[in-house]
């Protein structure tokens, strides 16, 4: 596709179960993003991949989330023994390195926990 | 990375210029200045990038004084569907570590 496409749009969960979210960044696209965004606050930066370089993962709120970037290009973020507080909606937004610093984010994936 | 201080909210009416200014007093030399808008329910989406002076596009206008300490994103004639929040970023061009603020509310009233 032309954008940035994440799954499941929608995600209710039960406390304590595992969640993995899906991002299909841009094609070419070396940079990808993630973030959070609970109702009517700010995108808390969670987790940067750039090319082959080490992940900025100085954002992940605790050890029970981590994301992977699979051959430079779709990323999976993983929430382990979800809590009640982790429901937001999760962002994903990839860019060019080099053009600038436009990225594209895509609708974002709605996850509640029950 | 730069830090931003942005209004928490504005409010205007339909057909009044809004200007939204965002405060980088740390700038760095090889910094940039975006900024990006994002409606409810949606990712945001890019506006509109500047080093100096002034910038426009089919969007909006980006002022940015002689000492970059601060820029102002300016949106002519707004309607009701440019109610959004307004983000500003200061980071170096191709750096693309990106981290919001909290943005500003704009809220456009009939």
């Known amino acids: 596709g032309a954008g940035v496409s994440q799954s499941p749009s929608n995600k209710v969960t039960e406390k304590g179960k595992d969640v993995e979210l899906r991002c299909d960044p841009i094609?070419?696209?070396?940079?990808l993003y993630w973030y959070r965004q609970s109702l009517g606050q700010g995108l808390e930066f969670l987790i940067y991949?750039?090319?082959?370089?080490?992940?900025?993962k100085s954002g992940l709120p605790s050890d029970r989330f981590s994301a992977e970037r699979t051959g430079g290009s779709v990323s999976t973020l993983t929430i382990q023994r979800t809590q009640q507080e982790d429901s937001a909606v999760y962002l994903c937004?990839?860019?060019?390195?080099?053009?600038?610093?436009?990225?594209?984010f895509g609708q974002g994936t709605r996850l509640t926990v029950v | 990375l730069a830090k931003t201080t942005q209004p928490i909210s504005m409010d205007s009416y339909e057909g009044q210029e809004v200007n939204i200014t965002c405060s980088h007093n740390?700038?760095?030399?090889?910094?940039?200045i975006t900024w990006y808008q994002q409606f409810p329910s949606q990712g945001p989406r890019f506006i509109i990038q500047?080093?100096?002076t002034k910038v426009t596009n089919e969007v909006a206008s980006l002022f940015i004084p002689a000492d970059r300490k601060s820029s102002t994103l300016s949106l002519p004639r707004v309607s009701l569907s440019d109610t959004a929040v307004y983000y500003c970023?200061?980071?170096?061009?191709?750096?693309?570590?990106?981290?919001f603020g909290a943005g500003t509310r704009l809220t456009v009233k009939p």
């Open positions: 094609s070419g696209h070396t940079a």
């Open positions: 970023l200061v980071g170096p061009r191709g750096n693309n570590d990106m981290r």
């Open positions: 500047g080093y100096k």
């Open positions: 740390n700038i760095a030399t090889n910094d940039y």
């Open positions: 991949f750039q090319g082959n370089s080490a992940p900025d």
């Open positions: 937004a990839s860019s060019l390195r080099g053009e600038g610093t436009e990225a594209f």
